[in-house]
C-alpha cells in the first residue's frame, strides 16, 4: 500500500511540474515550417512564424518563389505584389500591422496582420498566395506548406 501511495505521489508531483511549463513541451515538439511552391521547397532567411494559427513568412522570397513583382512603399509600410499574364492580371496590397489589405482595389479583412521580424515582412501565406489565385494545402503533421498554381 506504501508503494502505491508513493508512485502515486511522484506521478502527481511530475504531473504538476508538466503542467507549469506548458510551452516547453509545445515548444519542442513544434516541427519548423517548411513551404514548397509547386513541389520546391522554398528556403527562407527568416524562418516562417505562427501567429494566431496563421504561417506568416518573408514577403518577397514567397512572392519571388511564385514569379510575382514585389514593391515596398517605405513611407506607408505597404507591400505590393503584382501577377501579369497575358490573361489575368492580380494586385495585393498588405499594409505592415495593418488589419485590412487591398487585393485588384477590394478591401479585405486581414486574420493576422503583416509585421517586421528581423528586418523582413512577414506575410500571412495563406492570405497572399490564394489572393493571387494559388491553391494552398497545409499538413498539420509534417508542418508543411504546398503551395500550387
Known sequence: ?????????????MLLVASMFPQLTSAAAQKPVKVYVQGLEVE?????????GRVLVPFRQIAESME???????K????????KSAFKKKTVV?????????V???????????????????????????????????NNESQEVDVTY
Request: aromatic share 8%.
Open 104 to 138: 485588384d482595389n477590394k478591401s479585405v479583412k486581414l486574420d493576422v496582420p503583416a509585421k517586421i521580424v528581423g528586418g523582413r515582412i512577414m506575410v500571412p501565406l495563406r492570405f497572399l498566395t490564394q489572393s493571387l489565385g494559388a491553391q494552398v494545402d497545409w
Open 94 to 102: 498588405i499594409p505592415v500591422n495593418g488589419k485590412t489589405a487591398t
Open 68 to 74: 510575382i513583382s514585389v514593391t515596398w512603399d517605405q
Open 44 to 52: 527562407f532567411d527568416q524562418t516562417p512564424i505562427f501567429t494566431n
Open 76 to 83: 506607408s509600410k505597404r507591400v505590393t505584389a503584382q501577377y
Open 1 to 13: 500500500m506504501r508503494m502505491k501511495m508513493k508512485s502515486l505521489t511522484i506521478i502527481v508531483i
